[in-house]
C-alpha cells in the first residue's frame, strides 16, 4: 500500500457507496447482503448493504430507504455505471451476506436465502457475472472492500443459540 491517504466509508443496513481513489468501504452483515463491484482498469466500484429482497406492496421509496431493497440497491447501481459511461461485464462482482444470526430459526434462515436469491436475480438479470460469493451459514460477516485494489476481506461471527424463553 502507498502513502496516500485512505478514507473509510462505513455502510448500515440500506447504505450504498460507489466512487475511487484509496477509499476503503466496510459494512457488518447478519442475514442482509452486500454486493461489491469493481472495474478494474477504471480502478472504481461500490458497495450496497440491502436487507430485503423488494419493497412490499403499496411501499413508496424514499431517498433514506432505498437502499434497503436488493431490486433498490441495484438501480443504484445501474445509475453509477451509466454514470461512468461503463457496462455491467466489465465490473468483478462479489457477493457476500445472508447468514442466520441464530441456529434455531427457519425464519432467520428463509429470510436469508430470499436476500441471496433476490442478489442472484438481481445480478443475472442486468447482465452482472458473479465471480466469488461468501453467502448463506450461520453468524455475522464483517466485510472491508478496496477501491484502489478490488480486494474484499472477510471476517466470520458466530450465530447464536436463543436464551431459555427468548423468541426467535
Same mark, same amino acid.
Given at each position: 500500500?502507498?502513502?496516500?491517504?485512505?478514507?473509510?466509508?462505513?455502510?448500515?443496513?440500506?447504505?450504498?457507496?460507489?466512487?475511487?481513489?484509496?477509499?476503503?468501504?466496510?459494512?457488518?452483515?447478519?442475514?442482509c447482503?452486500?454486493?461489491?463491484?469493481?472495474?478494474?482498469?477504471?480502478?472504481?466500484?461500490?458497495?450496497?448493504?440491502?436487507?430485503?429482497?423488494?419493497?412490499?406492496? +403499496?411501499? =413508496?421509496? #424514499?431517498?433514506a430507504?432505498? @437502499?434497503? %431493497?436488493?431490486?433498490?440497491?441495484?438501480?443504484?447501481? *445501474?445509475?453509477?455505471?451509466?454514470?461512468a459511461?461503463?457496462?455491467?461485464?466489465?465490473?468483478?462482482?462479489?457477493?457476500?451476506?445472508?447468514?442466520?444470526?441464530?441456529?434455531d430459526?427457519?425464519?432467520?434462515?428463509?429470510?436469508?436465502?430470499?436476500?441471496?436469491?433476490?442478489?442472484?436475480?438481481?445480478?443475472?438479470?442486468? +447482465?452482472? =457475472?458473479? #465471480?466469488?460469493?461468501?453467502? @448463506?451459514? %450461520?453468524?455475522?460477516?464483517?466485510?472491508?472492500?478496496? *477501491?484502489?485494489?478490488?480486494?474484499?476481506?472477510?471476517?466470520?461471527?458466530?450465530?447464536?443459540?436463543?436464551?431459555?424463553?427468548?423468541?426467535v
Amino acid at each position: 500500500m502507498s502513502n496516500l491517504a485512505t478514507s473509510d466509508v462505513s455502510l448500515q443496513i440500506g447504505q450504498f457507496y460507489f466512487g475511487g481513489g484509496h477509499t476503503r468501504i466496510r459494512t457488518l452483515l447478519g442475514s442482509c447482503v452486500s454486493i461489491t463491484m469493481w472495474h478494474p482498469r477504471l480502478k472504481i466500484g461500490g458497495m450496497c448493504h440491502y436487507m430485503l429482497p423488494q419493497r412490499g406492496a +403499496g411501499g =413508496t421509496a #424514499s431517498s433514506a430507504a432505498e @437502499g434497503n %431493497y436488493a431490486d433498490e440497491a441495484m438501480q443504484m447501481f *445501474l445509475r453509477e455505471l451509466r454514470n461512468a459511461g461503463t457496462r455491467p461485464k466489465e465490473y468483478i462482482v462479489k457477493m457476500f451476506g445472508g447468514g442466520c444470526m441464530f441456529v434455531d430459526s427457519s425464519e432467520a434462515r428463509d429470510v436469508s436465502a430470499r436476500n441471496i436469491s433476490a442478489g442472484r436475480e438481481q445480478l443475472a438479470d442486468h +447482465g452482472f =457475472t458473479i #465471480s466469488a460469493e461468501h453467502t @448463506g451459514g %450461520y453468524g455475522s460477516r464483517v466485510l472491508i472492500f478496496e *477501491l484502489w485494489s478490488g480486494d474484499v476481506w472477510i471476517r466470520r461471527g458466530l450465530a447464536v443459540a436463543p436464551h431459555a424463553g427468548q423468541s426467535v
